[in-house]
């Protein structure tokens, strides 16, 4: 596969026959990962400009594995693209990668030491997107979900700062999983026209919101009340979760200060429409970027 075959306007194939082995090649696959991540915006991409030089190519390559496979399960529904996802990251590990993706990242694995176990839960998370059913609890949502589809991330991360103990794991947990909250909460309104609600049904009964009220897009008192309360939650564990920023190298921990202010900054932009996101989906002004880059890079600490 030549380099002038790896672009982002022509997707390769999934199961290439000719796996991908010189340097020339590894290089235009990092290429391919960054048009990728690029092309892709979103609240805070993986790849945070506030992330060191050196690191933004392996993160571009984590980042196009995930968008990638979010793409199958969200845009096309598609479990056997899945799944032939997953065998291609098996011949990653095996180091025998085919797709641009996975030359990028097996690269990416070998200089890093990443398991390989962080890439397989986000599978996870994609194939229960497919095969959505809800939650009863916060706990299993968090147990469930966060635990496959965001904490991951930030383990890979970590990975590549040269961290691999619990505690700081832990801490990370918190951020990802109050960042997919508040992610949750922002996009009620969308999610609904997907036939997903994550909101816990436990904690709709408590405050009588119905699966109708949500379709009917009613934002009355109950469901006021239940964004209070889910918002108050996402805001504790990325508070709570952003300590981790103390005990980092100082360039990680900018980028930690982005996620987690990026998370808060959204719970706030919720709290601005008066947490009615079926009116208005709650968004991130120019000033919440400056207050946040600022917050993170001239104070090192999050945005008041």
């Known amino acids: 596969m030549s380099a002038a075959s790896i672009n982002a306007h022509s997707e390769p194939a999934l199961g290439v026959t000719q ?17 990728l991540a690029k092309s892709h915006y979103e609240n805070f991409t993986i790849a945070s400009w506030l992330m060191p030089r050196a690191m933004r190519p392996p ?55 990443i398991p390989r176990e962080p890439f397989a839960d986000l599978l996870v998370a994609f194939r229960s997107d497919v095969n959505f059913r809800g939650f009863d609890t916060l706990d299993e949502i968090l147990a469930t979900y966060t635990r496959y589809s965001a904490n991951p991330v930030g ?60 379709e009917r897009r009613i934002a009355g008192p109950r469901f006021l009340a ?3 309360h889910e918002v108050a ?21 900018r980028d930690i200060l ?13 709290e601005r429409v008066g947490y009615d996101v079926f009116n208005q989906r709650p968004k991130l002004t120019k000033l919440d970027y400056f207050r946040l880059g600022t917050s993170a890079l001239l104070r090192g600490r999050l945005p008041s």
């Open 155 to 214: 383990r890979l991360v970590l990975y590549l700062f040269g961290y691999r103990d619990t505690e700081r794991q832990h801490l990370s947990d918190l951020v990802c999983s109050g960042l997919q909250l508040a992610n949750f909460w922002q996009d009620v309104a969308i999610d609904i026209e997907k036939n997903r609600i994550y909101f816990p049904r436990e904690d709709m009964r408590k405050f009588g919101v119905t699966p109708e009220d949500l």
């Open 19 to 35: 796996p991908v082995h010189n340097q020339r090649d590894v290089k235009a696959a990092y290429e391919y990962c960054a048009r």
């Open 59 to 113: 993160m571009h390559a984590i980042y196009a594995y995930a968008r990638m496979a979010d793409d199958f399960a969200d845009e096309e529904h598609d479990l056997g693209k899945l799944d032939e996802w997953e065998r291609e990251l098996d011949l990653c590990y095996a180091g025998t990668p085919h797709h641009p993706v996975f030359v990028a990242l097996a690269d990416t694995v070998r200089r890093y030491d």
């Open 258 to 270: 982005m996620f987690a202010g990026g998370g808060l900054a959204i719970l706030n932009a919720i």
């Open 233 to 253: 939650v996402a805001r504790d564990m990325l508070r709570r979760g952003a300590k981790l920023h103390r005990i980092v190298d100082r360039r990680l921990s």
């Open 226 to 228: 239940l964004m209070r």
